[in-house]
């Protein structure tokens, strides 16, 4: 029987992250390195990328930038092909990228098309304070192509090679909002125009799930694993009134800090996690337990 550092030891293995050089893509790169995987930075920012992958190699790991655009069938096979030129295998994909409209300060702002791509469209609304009356079917079907398409096109070719391998392990994020409504409460502040978490990250994230559960099920006895880890809010210099109304709702008062899913993803990647499939990790401080 393994022990226990051997149960979470990733030496020998190669991981994907998409949105790599995000929020939590980074610490999740991060995460993956320090148990010993070689670990390929997927994001569209290739600047950002390329500076965490030049961190990472620094630290003794292999580390592989690949700028894609996770919508489109050619740029995903072409990091798939990258990754087994460069290492020989993949053995871990994890879905981190997505479109999400934040309330953080560095957010506020930005344009839909800046979420988590990299990229600004000048004709695009601000996502924060369309109703859902008037949401947009460009920016609807937008979302709909990096959140659900996009993990569907790297699912897919990342799976060639696990099958080919025998083994491979999959997890795909979404978030609480995937499992309850969000509280638009939260994002209503005395004498500013109301703003509203968009109608899509609910819609999609409840897809994530499901895509996860089908996975699952359709490679029983292949030896590839598919689970979701759903995260709660994660603090990033939110205004101390939108801190203070979130943790309310939190069991445990607080919002995530960053590297709160650190040890989850590290669970579900590694072999610590093996008897476990199609199942959806929720790390949100208890917030969807009231």
Known sequence: MPSLPELFDLSGRAAVVTGGAGLLGTEFCRTLAQAGASVVIVDLDGSKAAGLAQELNRAGTCALAIPTDITTPESVQAMVSACLDAFGRLDILVNSAALDPKFDPQSQGRKIGDQGRGESDP???APYSL???NYPLELW???LAVNLT???LCCQAAARPMLIQ????IINMSSIYGLVGPDQ????????TPQYKPVYYSV???GVIGLTRYLATYYAGKNIRVNTLSPGGVYNAHDEEFVTAYSSRAVL????????MNGALLFLASDASAYMTGANLVVDGGWSTW
């Open 123 to 125: 004709l695009s609304p």
């Open 131 to 133: 109703t859902f009356e």
């Open 141 to 143: 079907e937008q979302a």
């Open 150 to 152: 996009g993990m569907f």
């Open 166 to 169: 025998g083994k491979g392990v």
């Open 185 to 192: 409460r939260l994002y209503q502040c005395e004498g500013q």
């Open 204 to 206: 999609t994230k409840a």
């Open 253 to 260: 008062g607080r919002m995530a800090y960053k590297d709160d």
